[in-house]
């Protein structure tokens, strides 16, 4: 079965500080598909990246950067010089690939605290 | 124009009554979701169906019943509401044709509090 750890309950820095979410995922596929969402304050969940299995080239878009790392199944996010409107909810996701509809399994999510 | 509409966004209810919250999208998907969040954040998948056809059905109470009029539209009708029930119902919709790694866009959410 699949599953998504995000060891990180919370996490508080400084505003202008680097800060990595830690994503580590279990799944027997070999085709697979990784995700992260971002949950603000507001509620709304908002999509910020998907990744496939056969492409494990770091990410970087702006201030965010993505290192997939398929030996240590992990999926980990950096946001550099962080700032006050990063703080929110980040959750990885997975999913299968079942031929379309599947749900997505999420990581209970790591809960991040920018303060100015 | 928003893509994935929930409605109501919030909803306060009596144990035991019926109620229904409605989800559209407007992005031509063929793929639609209801997912449940707990008090403690937890995103768990429910339903999903693909043009209509219940795809997944994960373990849900059978008072939870979801109803897909047409493909832009799912809504998820709760019998027999109980305190447990309360959460944060989110809608999700995706394009439906590349397997399992569709992106998933979802809903502002619904607030379902019951008393």
């Known amino acids: 079965a699949q599953k998504v750890t995000q060891a990180q309950t919370e996490i508080s ?6 800060v990595t979410l830690d994503c ?7 085709t697979y598909y990784l995700f992260w969402y971002k949950q603000p304050p507001s509620g709304e969940l908002v999509f910020l990246i998907r990744r496939n299995s056969f492409d494990e080239q ?3 878009s702006g201030r965010y ?3 997939f ?15 006050v409107v990063d703080s929110a909810v980040y959750f990885c996701a997975l999913s299968e690939d079942r031929g379309g509809a599947d749900g997505l399994t999420f990581g209970k999510g790591t809960h991040l605290i920018i303060q100015p | ?13 009596q144990m035991g009554n019926d109620k229904s919250i409605k989800c559209e999208q407007n992005l031509g998907h063929d793929t639609m979701y209801w997912y449940k969040q707990d008090s403690k954040k937890f995103l768990k998948i429910m339903f999903s169906y693909n043009n209509k056809e ?31 029930d309360s959460a944060v119902y989110f809608c999700a919709s995706s394009q439906g044709t590349s397997g399992g790694g569709d992106i998933q866009y979802f809903g502002a959410g619904t607030r379902l509090s019951v008393l």
């Open chain 1, 24 to 30: 580590v995922y279990e799944t027997r596929d070999t």
């Open chain 1, 65 to 67: 950067s993505w290192n």
């Open chain 1, 69 to 83: 790392q398929k030996s240590t199944s992990s999926f980990n996010f950096t946001i550099t010089a962080s700032q």
């Open chain 2, 54 to 84: 219940l795809i997944i059905n994960e373990t849900v109470p059978n008072r939870f019943s979801p109803k897909s009029p047409d493909k832009a539209h799912l809504n998820l009708h709760i019998n027999s509401l109980e305190l447990g």
């Open chain 2, 1 to 13: 124009d928003t893509a994935v509409s929930q409605t109501p966004k919030y909803l306060v209810t």
């Open chain 1, 58 to 60: 770091n990410e970087i």
């Open chain 1, 13 to 18: 820095v400084v505003e202008k500080e680097d």
